[in-house]
């Protein structure tokens, strides 16, 4: 092995060798030279840094018989075993790529398939968060169904008044639920409490433990009824119908279970709570009119019909009409026998 020779086989080591780890592979050549003229063997340390690193490339190996006890490896021959090995790691690696490849293609289609079930769910779910139904008899199908599963709460408002058939059925589910240990909060209007069919019931629901409160806003609330503060069922108005008795065309209602429109109707309602006055019953189970009882007082300051109107924000119709039936009920006459026994009423003999 010439001096030359190896000088060129080493240049494929060049990249994983130091300067001096390859003088230190020329030195050990030229002094394993089998020319007349061989230099004497190298004294090496067995912990010098150039021999172990040449010896750990494997282009070096130790060997008694040799001079100085170290054999030269023809860097070639470690050429050929690097691009081997260096193929072979390619093929594996290649292949380990083919798995991942395969792995990943398998898993993005198992996440495509979860991923049309989410989609699905997700209209289904939308699909059933909101429904409209019609008529008096099919959105009463749906209150019963909703009531009947309440566990904790019902929020109702009622801004007018409704069929004697409907308060029945209101009346059947409602005080079940108020059995069950169902909290319910109504409000309604003035207008709405005038129904006569709602005495009674009133009072056995207020009995039960439900709370009843009266509000008359500028503009009237709408109809709904909440369930558990997660459904919702409330009245969908025609434009074209607002002006149309409630008690005559046809129905139509929102149900929904919306977190956000649940909520928002929740808050109305707690709002417009706080700012009603309770409804105050008799112990006979008569209600105390609060706009009657108001205007009664307002007469009894000696304002006339239109002032008391204007005052309460009411029609002097109504006015009239609240003043006869407490005049019926006092026995007066009408003018100033009225007055005076409205003012007995009140401890003053005048």
Not at 53 to 71: E, M, Q, Y
Not at 75 to 98: F, G, I, S
Not at 102 to 115: C, D, I, K, M, S
């Amino acid at each position: 092995m010439g001096i030359s020779d190896e000088s060129d086989s080493i240049r494929a080591l060049r990249p994983l060798l130091t300067r001096s780890e390859i003088d230190l592979y020329r030195r050990l050549a030229e002094s394993q030279s089998l020319g007349l003229a061989a230099p004497e063997p190298l004294d090496l340390a067995a912990d010098d840094p150039a021999l172990l690193r040449l010896l750990a490339l494997g282009v070096l190996v130790k060997d008694p018989s040799a001079p100085g006890g170290h054999r030269l490896v023809e860097p070639l021959t470690l050429e050929h075993e690097l691009v081997d090995q260096a193929r072979e790691r390619a093929v594996a690696e290649q292949e380990e790529a083919a798995a991942d490849l395969a792995a990943v293609q398998q898993r993005t289609e198992v996440l495509a398939e979860l991923q049309a079930a989410y989609a699905h769910g997700r209209r289904s779910s939308n699909e059933g968060t909101h429904e409209y139904v019609t008529g008096i008899v099919t959105i009463n199908n749906v209150l019963t169904q909703l009531i009947s599963r309440a566990s904790r709460e019902l929020l109702t408002a009622q801004p007018s008044q409704r069929r004697s058939a409907t308060i029945e059925l209101a009346e059947n589910r409602d005080l079940k639920a108020l059995e069950r240990g169902v909290a319910m909060r109504t409000l309604y209007t003035s207008a709405a409490i005038e129904e006569p069919h709602l005495r009674a019931y009133m009072q056995t629901a207020v009995n039960l433990g439900a709370q009843i409160r009266v509000l008359d806003p500028p503009v009237p609330f709408l109809r709904m009824i909440c369930v558990d503060r997660t459904w919702l069922v409330t009245e969908v108005r025609d434009p074209e119908q607002a002006q149309h008795d409630p008690r005559t065309h046809t129905a139509q209602a929102l149900v929904t279970r919306d977190p956000a429109i649940v909520a928002a109707f929740v808050h109305n309602f707690e709002r417009d709570w706080v700012q009603a006055r309770p409804l105050v019953l008799s112990p006979t189970g008569e209600r105390r009119n609060p706009i009657q009882d108001a205007v009664v007082a307002a007469l009894k300051t000696g304002a006339d019909h239109e002032a008391v109107a204007k005052q309460l924000n009411i029609t002097s119709r109504t006015v009239t009409k609240y003043a006869t039936a407490h005049r019926a009920a006092l026995g007066a006459a009408p003018g100033f026998q009225h007055g005076y026994l409205m003012a007995q009423q009140e401890g003053d003999p005048k």
